[in-house]
């Protein structure tokens, strides 16, 4: 049986309702210390883990999430205060002993411009007090401690 939202009637839901679960989807994700520096054709960002467990949680959310979209979250008291998508480059991740550097780069002069003011802007707000979350596919890999 297929519904239009107009016709739902106040309070009726097209799920079943959940017994003995809150309905909240949640994910550990790993904290790292993050590092971003720009190069010359786009910029970097190295992820430094603390603990074995943490790297290597780090390195399979990647390995899994490869070829998907890169977005840097910068989050101030759970409020998100600026998003970049990095989708005027490209973005390769190579696995580090303690975690893994994430290069973004482009041809263009105009995308390389973009992606080093992201980065400028992403290092400034770090400074700041901000966090910054890494995405891959709108899921988070991990946030800076």
């Known amino acids: 049986m297929t519904m239009e939202r107009q016709m739902m009637m106040p309070g009726m839901t097209m799920n079943p309702p ?32 603390e603990d074995t467990m943490s790297a290597s949680m780090l390195q399979n959310l990647c390995t899994m999430l490869s070829g998907s979209m890169v977005s840097c979250c910068m989050m101030m008291n759970g409020m998100m205060m600026m998003t970049c998508n990095m989708t005027m480059g490209m973005c390769k991740f190579e696995m580090t002993k303690e975690g893994m550097m994430m290069t973004c780069t482009s041809g263009d002069k105009n995308c390389c411009e973009m992606i080093q003011a992201c980065c400028d802007a992403m290092m400034t707000m770090m400074d700041a007090g901000c966090v910054c979350c890494l995405c891959m596919n709108n899921t988070p890999v991990c946030c800076s401690a």
């Not at 720009?38 to 910029?43: N, W």
Request: charged fraction near 25%; proline fraction near 3%; hydrophobic fraction near 35%.
């Open 18 to 49: 959940m017994t003995g679960t809150t309905g909240m989807n949640m994910m550990v994700i790993p904290r790292c210390t993050m590092k971003m520096e720009k190069c010359d054709d786009g910029m970097k960002m190295r992820c430094i883990c």
